[in-house]
């Protein structure tokens, strides 16, 4: 599993967001290049921050919990490593699991403060489309490795997945999630993340705050009591409740970066009385 991080699926991300900006373009979406240039460029400083620094420090950490409290608790080889089909079966049980990871971890940046500061830089797309994905803080992926990955490094031992197949699906579905498209499963909303259930948790109105919060499976949310249901031909307003707007590189990298150094601060005045 420590290639998903490692191999950071370059090539599936450039396929999918030219395939989902031709879409988009298709079905007359309003697309400006002043936003397409900022996520793009937030998209790269991801990609860097997950190839030179998420990878390392993962594959390090690891090592030494291999070491110390051994990886791979609980064993759910329960797939045959050579057939499509199985494969297929592994990397949906993995993105399960995943999802219940990054569940929490996701619940948690709308809860504490100056985890959503991270966050609201993806919140703030007022664009909601296919490159939104990419309108990432570059230290998300870092943390992601801490609360995500190695938790799941340690705790199961699964069935090795053909890399192509676990980058191509992650990659794909969470381009195809963002899509600025009317795409909604009506009654069967619950079984799968589509791009109106993703829209609505970044929703800019009250009423959508703080629901949906899994990527691929809602069924989390409905188990921990956070899913809200799509009305048909719901698609509201994106961007931050707040009305603040990030409209630049320099805001994209900053937002964060000055608040938690303003936290600090603070602490450290407190500490110092
Ligand atoms: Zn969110
Ligand atoms: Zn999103």
């Given at each position: 599993m420590l290639g998903i991080i490692q191999d950071t699926p370059l090539v599936y991300w450039l396929l999918a967001v030219a395939f989902g900006l031709a879409i988009e373009c298709t079905a007359k979406r309003k697309i400006s290049l002043h936003h397409l240039c900022v996520n793009i460029a937030s998209g790269i400083l991801v990609l860097l921050s997950g190839y030179l620094i998420a990878a390392p420090i993962i594959t390090g950490l690891a090592k030494i919990a291999r070491s110390l409290v051994g990886v791979g608790w609980i064993d759910l080889r329960i797939f045959s490593e050579t057939e499509f089909v199985s494969q297929i079966g592994a990397a949906a049980l993995y993105l399960f699991i995943f999802d219940f990871f990054y569940y929490w971890w996701h619940r948690s940046q709308h809860v504490y403060p100056s985890l959503w500061e991270q966050h609201a830089v993806h919140h703030s797309d007022t664009e909601f489309g296919v490159t939104t994905f990419l309108r990432?803080?570059?230290?998300e992926v870092i943390f992601q490795a801490f609360l995500i990955h190695l938790p799941i490094i340690i705790a199961f031992r699964l069935t090795p997945v053909t890399f192509w197949v676990i980058s191509g699906i992650i990659a794909s579905f969470s381009f195809f999630t963002h899509?600025?498209?009317?795409i909604q499963l009506g009654s069967c909303a619950w079984l799968i993340t589509s791009p109106q259930l993703h829209r609505l948790h970044h929703s800019k109105l009250p009423q959508h705050a703080n629901h949906n919060f899994a990527a691929f499976f809602p069924v989390w949310d409905l188990v921990f009591g956070t899913y809200q249901a799509p009305i048909r031909d719901e698609f509201p307003p994106t961007g931050l409740m707040s009305n603040e707007k990030i409209e630049s590189l320099t805001e994209v990298v900053g937002w964060p970066m000055r608040r938690w150094i303003a936290t600090l601060t603070k602490m450290n005045r407190r500490l110092r009385r």
């Open positions: 990432q803080h570059w230290t899509l600025n498209l009317p």
